[in-house]
Every structure is written in C-alpha cells, then in structure tokens.
C-alpha cells in the first residue's frame, strides 16, 4: 500500500572549513510503513543470465558498474574483473595474478567506468590500473594514499579514506589531477581504528544530473558531489527509535557486539542502498531481528527529498521469485543478485505441476531458454524498472 508523507527538515550547521553546505536532517517514521507488492513500485521485471560458459567462473559479484553496450562485474573472491554484453553474454576477463608483476592486478578493491575505462584499484600492489572494455591493459599508476574507493570528475578526482583514523576526521580527498593540489573533506566524528569498511554502493554517479552521491558506511549520512568533486550537499536521515548514534555503533562494535545489540533491540545499521534513480532517490534499509527474521524497508524519496512511498517486506506479485537485496542501480532500474542454482530450484517449487504461458520477456521464457545453464553455479542479475510516477 503506497504511503503519502511528508518528511520534517531540520537544518543544522556543519561547521567544517571545508564545507559550505548546511546539513539536511530528513526524520522518516519507519512505523508507517505497511506491507507492500513490488507492483506499487516496479513496473516490470526481468531477468538476465550472466553467462560465464565453460571455462571462467564468477564467485561472488560485488562492485557492478555499465557501460553504453557493456556490464563490468568484479568478483570479490578471486579478484577478477568480467566484462559482459547485455544479452549477459561473457566478452573478455581480466584475470588477477599472485605474482603481482607490471600491467597486472593481485587484489581487486574499486572499480569505475569512465567512457570507454576500466578503472581498478589494487590494495597490495597500491596502484590504479587502466584496461579498455575490451580488458586489454592501457596504463597503471602507483598510489601514495590508502584508500576504499575514488571516483574520477574529469579534470579531479575524490578518494573516499574508509573509517580509520584519517588525517583530521575527514573522509575524502579531493585532488586536482593536473597539479597534484589536494584538499580533506567531510569530518566525521568516529573512526573504527581496528577494522576495514568498504563500501558497496561507492560513488554512484547519477545518471540524470552532474551529482555523485556517496553513501557513507556505519552512518545514516549521504554525500553530494558536484561536476568538479566538490560537496555540494549532505544530509543525515534520522529513523527514530529504530536508529543508532555514532556514540553506542562505536562502543558496541568495540566491544565486538554490534550484531548481537542490532538484532536484540530491531535497529537499522545503515543505510543499505541509496539509488539516485530517474527522478527520485530509491533506499533499502535492513532492520535487524533478534529472531532472525529481518524486516525490509523500501522506500521512495523526491528529488526535494520528501517521502513518497514506504513499505515493509514488499511481496514479489509479479512472479513471486524471491529476491535479494537490492545491489546496484542504472537507467531507472533496481538490480538484485541471484545465484542460479537457487533461482532454478525455487522456479521448480513455485511452478511444478503448473500450467505455464511462456511469454515473450516473461520469467518461463527464460528459464526455458537457460534451464540447463542454471545448473551451473552462475548469476542471476535481476532488473526491477521504476515506475515513472506514482
């Protein structure tokens, strides 16, 4: 059931030299949400095989980004980059290599796609390696700065410094590439010394304006980036009594309890997408349960950020399949990640026994036309398009 609301703003002051923005303090009562159907929200469903054939494997897709007429996956567990065209169909891999030698990649951390790039960060041999989307090497450059993630802006990029102990609180970097000028952005008032924390989501590019939105883990905190890597926003959702201050995240992370107080006390970590879609802000958030039975929030923000719809566990009614989390965004579309197997074996308990229509873009056409392929072990990538309006 779609939900009307409006959403409180409370401006509050920065007070950063390096930032001129006002905080934007967005309050969403998460009790108003009610069960939904992903037919309030979507309005199609489809679903692409990425096909590995026989010789390569895809382990565990993570960072997930596009091109005009390509999909770049990275495979988090064997540190390999895959290039596909959009039937899913494999084109060329970029393999990684325990030796670690020039023009190649050992552990795989960022990737971005500039045009016709391949951008790849690489932790241990601290570099950025340059391919084509062909996965043929162009150039590489060693890194004097550790960092989680960076975003290119032309002519400057932004290095997101992860949640340690960074140079004067600050998350980011903000470089100009031609003359190496550099400058710390963003304070943020914890850092977790002992531990790493990437970021899935990274800089999301959107596709519908100049912004870059970033995501910041452990928080409830989204920032902004204009053209040039500049901030030009940032605003902090407040969920209630179903959020957490940075004060007790840190202190029960410490003490290595953090899952254990989550799901006794129903909180929300963070937030677990944030999508800058066609005209509107898409998010996911991931309410923990003590019982194990975790409650999913999907939820639709303005482009002014004001609330336009919210539900809880929202039902599959357009073929009942069971989805993941949401994972990535592009062309006002939602992405979720299937394994294969799964996704055959919960299409045979669905359907079994059942008269079908195989359709044309239908989920019957393509279990038909993949069934065998789906034995296999590989990756379901699921589009769920947003309405246009609702």
């Not at 703003?9 to 009790?31: F, P, Q, R, Y």
């Not at 034995?375 to 246009?388: A, E, F, G, R, Y």
């Amino acid at each position: 059931m779609k939900k009307i609301l409006l959403v409180s703003l409370a401006v509050t002051s920065m007070g950063c030299s390096d930032l001129e923005t006002e905080k934007l303090k967005i309050s969403v009562n998460l009790e108003n949400s009610e069960t939904g159907k992903f037919s309030d929200l979507f309005s199609s469903i489809d679903y692409l095989l990425l096909d590995m054939g026989e010789n390569e494997v895809l382990v565990r897709p993570y960072h997930i980004d596009f091109s005009s007429d390509k999909i770049i996956v990275e495979d988090r567990d064997l540190a390999n980059i895959h290039i596909f065209d959009r039937t899913g169909k494999l084109q060329s891999s970029i393999k990684s290599s325990d030796s670690g030698g020039p023009n190649s990649i050992k552990q795989t951390e960022y990737i971005q796609v500039v045009e016709d790039k391949i951008y790849v960060s690489d932790i241990p041999l601290k570099k950025i390696i340059t391919f084509n989307l062909y996965g043929n090497f162009i150039e590489e450059k060693k890194e004097q700065t550790f960092f989680d993630a960076f975003h290119y802006f032309g002519k400057e990029r932004v290095l997101f410094l992860g949640l340690k102990n960074n140079p004067n609180q600050k998350l980011f970097i903000r470089e100009t590439l031609a003359d190496n000028d550099t400058s710390a952005l963003y304070k943020f008032p914890i850092a977790y010394d002992w531990m790493g924390i990437g970021s899935k989501d990274g800089f999301m590019k959107d596709e519908f304006s100049k912004s870059v939105f970033f995501n910041i883990p452990y928080s409830y905190e989204i920032v902004e980036f204009n053209e040039k890597g500049e901030i030009s926003n940032n605003f902090e959702f407040d969920f209630g009594r179903f959020g957490l201050g940075h004060n007790d995240r840190y202190r029960q992370a410490e003490a290595r309890n953090l899952d254990k107080y989550l799901g006794e006390n129903g909180l929300i970590n963070n937030i677990s997408s944030f999508f800058p879609m066609k005209d509107s802000f898409f998010m996911y958030l991931y309410q923990n349960s003590a019982e194990g039975k975790p409650t999913h929030h999907f939820l639709l923000f303005d482009r002014d950020l004001k609330l336009r719809y919210q539900s809880i566990n929202p039902k599959n009614d357009f073929d009942g399949m069971v989805m993941g989390i949401p994972w990535t965004f592009h062309d006002n579309k939602i992405y979720v990640i299937l394994n294969s197997v799964s996704f055959y074996n919960k299409y045979i308990e669905l359907y079994a026994g059942q008269k079908i229509s195989i359709t044309p873009g239908s989920i019957h056409e393509f279990f038909q036309k993949n069934k065998e392929k789906l034995k296999d072990d590989q990756t379901v990538l699921v589009s769920l398009t947003l309405k246009d309006s609702l």
